[in-house]
């Protein structure tokens, strides 16, 4: 008897103290689904303007493949070789200035993650 006394006392504990958890659990997860969409919002703001910013830095190092659209894969690994290698090693003024944009076009969501603390517990 004594033992059915315990257990509906430690239900009713642990009743009372639901929602308690629940609150914490719902802020730590709606914070962290924040942080989450801030993440994915500068992942698309990558991805939306790499073209853009590919072509910029395919102008701004004179870099004009002729692509054939029978080649191989390995005929397109040396033409990114050789991108690379314009990129970094001759132009290197062009690549500092495309990696400028892109940390322009994401600082005000860093700023917004940092507002967050999401490394913060």
């Known amino acids: 008897m004594h033992l ?3 257990a509906f006392l430690l239900s009713f504990m642990a009743l009372c103290l639901q929602p308690q958890v629940d609150a914490v659990l719902s802020y730590r997860t709606d914070r962290y689904l924040r942080c989450l969409e801030v993440v ?3 992942g698309a703001i990558m991805i939306e303007n790499s073209v853009t910013a590919l072509k910029t830095l395919a102008e701004c190092v004179d870099f004009e493949p ?3 659209l029978t080649g191989s894969v390995l005929r397109f690994i040396k033409l990114a070789h050789e991108f690379l290698k314009r990129a970094i090693f001759d132009k290197q ?7 400028t944009t892109a940390v322009n076009l994401v600082r005000p969501l860093v700023a917004k993650f940092d507002s967050l603390k999401c490394f913060e517990d």
């Open 4 to 6: 059915i006394k315990v």
């Open 40 to 42: 994915a919002d500068a």
């Open 66 to 68: 002729q692509i054939k």
């Open 93 to 99: 003024v062009c690549l500092i200035r495309t990696a």
